[in-house]
């Protein structure tokens, strides 16, 4: 591929991979700027496409094939690491965009290295990476980090930082002292991941 894909985001299709929180947000703001939105998510609850005005795709491989641009969203789980590999990447649009905000084991970074190599991918925006500080020995990520010409504006890697500003800062600390001020008063807790071994302990 000579240049780096440029694309028009009004009529291109966005996929979404796990449509909690920040999925649900990316698909309110994606449609704002004329994308159409698809959404695979097999936890979402009946009517959450209704509710958003997008599409639920029910198997991953038919969202994979429809979609001009591929951004994740769901937790890393048994069932979700390397989630996004050679026979996925091989389902997708030639020149698709994959973006990974979600966590690095969701992708394996090798079949991304040969799918962005090959022109299956038109490009990646990666935020997170399987190995946290990354392997610069990965040739992925070397080629990235040597600036490569076949990878020149391909790849975009930043340090899954965005939320980071001073008044980030503020909130974080303010909600973690709420959430412990509502839980010693009222013995309850709000999106708490980890409650079996909170009442197991």
């Excluded at 449609?31 to 097999?42: I, N, Q, R, S």
């Amino acid at each position: 591929m000579p240049h780096a894909p440029i694309i028009r985001l009004a009529g291109r299709t966005l996929g979404i991979v796990g449509l909690g929180w920040i999925g649900s947000a990316l698909a309110l703001r994606a449609k704002a700027f004329g994308l159409t939105v698809a959404y695979h998510d097999p936890f979402s609850p009946p009517g959450q496409d209704l509710a958003l005005g997008i599409l639920r795709v029910e198997h991953l491989g038919d969202l994979l094939a429809a979609v001009d641009i591929l951004s994740l969203h769901c937790p890393l789980t048994p069932a979700t690491a390397d989630l996004i590999n050679d026979e996925r990447l091989a389902q997708m649009k030639r020149g698709a965009i994959l973006i990974n905000t979600a966590r690095g084991g969701i992708v394996s970074l090798d079949a991304l290295h040969r799918a962005i190599r090959d022109g299956i991918l038109g490009g990646a925006g990666l935020d997170v990476l399987p190995q946290e500080p990354p392997d610069l020995q990965h040739p992925l990520l070397s080629a990235w980090s040597r600036r490569e010409a076949w990878l020149e504006g391909r790849l975009l890697i930043t340090p899954h930082a965005a939320f980071y500003t001073a008044e980030s800062v503020i909130d974080l600390r303010r909600k973690a002292m709420q959430t412990v001020v509502t839980y010693l008063e009222r013995g309850t807790l709000r999106a708490c991941l980890n409650r079996n071994a909170i009442r197991s302990g």
